[in-house]
T-cell receptor, first 119, second 107 residues
Framework: EVQLVQSGAEVKKPGESLKISCKGS????????ISWVRQMPGKGLEWMGK????????NYSPSFQGHVTISADRSISTAYLQWSSLKASDTAMYYC????????????WGQGTLITVSS | EMVLTQSPGTLSLSPGERATLSCRAS???????LAWYQQKPGQAPRLLLY???SRATGIPDRFSGSGSGTDFTLTISRLEPEDIALYYC????????FGQGTKVEIK
């Protein structure tokens, strides 16, 4: 059974750093790209970027380039999304999704990680 | 930059009725790289259709897609209560772009 299991909800303060995870199982992790998608409260879906876990090649949305870092550790079938300095505007649900190639849609999604940034 | 505009914003229908959701792209979609997702409250999005009209694994045949170029349509032939959700179109490729969504509710 294919699974993308994301790390749990986080409550952080502005300026703090954070790294959330997405662990794949039930399939060949290095055969699929992993994308990260943001959904702010009551809003739509925004693509942040994607990574090829086989070689860690990344492609970022211009809107998120420089604000987040996407990485992967293929030895433990896990992709990551990290911030060095959170802002209140980073409060959102974050989803990971896999796609078979760089030019495919997300055929399977993680359950989401809720990030709340508040002083 | 690709922009996807979905209409209507909200669709109110009775069970058994036909739902027609529209997605218009600001530029031609190459190779019909157009997908549709369903998102129920509190859940992650689920892929319904890709390549404009191909159903993803396990998707009932009451969901169908059509269109090419800049105009695409998702049709739910007979609305079921479990189809109440937000629906997003997506242009995919090396980057992804989503429409703003259409909410389908029961009248």
């Amino acid at each position: 059974e294919v699974q993308l299991v994301q790390s749990g909800a986080e409550v952080k303060k502005p300026g703090e750093s954070l790294k959330i995870s997405c662990k794949g199982s039930g399939y060949s992790f290095t055969s699929y790209w992993i994308s990260w998608v943001r959904q702010m409260p009551g809003k739509g879906l925004e693509w942040m970027g994607k990574i090829d876990p086989s070689d860690s090649y990344t492609n970022y949305s211009p809107s998120f380039q420089g604000h987040v870092t996407i990485s992967a550790d293929r030895s433990i079938s896990t992709a990551y999304l990290q911030w060095s300095s959170l802002k209140a505007s980073d409060t959102a649900m974050y989803y990971c999704a896999r796609s078979y190639s760089v030019n495919d849609p997300g055929d399977f999604w993680g359950q989401g990680t809720l990030i709340t940034v508040s002083s | 930059e690709m922009v996807l505009t979905q209409s209507p914003g909200t669709l109110s229908l009775s069970p058994g009725e036909r739902a027609t959701l529209s997605c218009r792209a600001s530029q031609s979609v190459r190779s019909s790289y157009l997908a549709w997702y369903q998102q129920k409250p509190g859940q992650a999005p689920r892929l319904l259709l890709y390549g404009a009209f191909s159903r993803a694994t396990g998707i009932p045949d009451r969901f169908s897609g059509s269109g090419s170029g800049t105009d695409f349509t998702l049709t739910i032939s007979r609305l079921e209560p479990e189809d109440i959700a937000l629906y997003y179109c997506q242009h995919y490729g090396s980057s992804w772009t989503f429409g703003q969504g259409t909410k389908v509710e029961i009248k």
